[in-house]
C-alpha cells in the first residue's frame, strides 16, 4: 500500500511542477511580448532570415495539404528564386 501512496505523491510533485513550469513559461513570454511591442521593433525581428523561413514553415504547418499551402510552397520558390537571382546578380559587379 505504501507504494501506492509513494505514486501518488510523485504524481503530485510532478502535476505541481508541471503547473509552475507552465506559469514560468507563461509569464517569459509575456516579458517577451512586452518587450517587442514597437511595431518596428516587430517587423525587424520578422525580417531576421531566421525567423522568416520559421514563420513559413509555421504557416506550411498550419495550412496542411490545402490550397493555402500550395500557393505558399510557390510564393516560397519565388522567393527563393528571387534571392538566388539577386545574388548571382550582385556576384557579377
Do not use: C, D
Not at 505523491?9 to 509552475?20: D, N, P, V
Not at 513559461?25 to 520559421?54: C, D, E, N, W, Y
Request: net charge positive.
Amino acid at each position: 500500500m505504501s507504494s501506492g501512496n509513494e505514486l501518488a505523491a510523485r504524481k503530485q510533485i510532478l502535476l505541481a511542477r508541471s503547473a509552475f513550469y507552465r506559469a514560468s513559461l507563461q509569464h517569459h513570454a509575456q516579458a517577451l511580448r512586452h518587450s517587442i511591442a514597437t511595431p518596428k521593433t516587430a517587423l525587424a525581428f520578422a525580417a531576421l532570415p531566421g525567423v522568416r523561413s520559421a514563420i513559413f514553415s509555421a504557416l506550411l504547418l498550419f495550412a496542411g495539404r490545402g490550397r493555402l499551402a500550395r500557393w505558399l510552397r510557390g510564393a516560397m520558390g519565388v522567393v527563393a528564386a528571387a534571392r538566388m537571382a539577386q545574388r548571382f546578380f550582385a556576384a557579377r559587379r
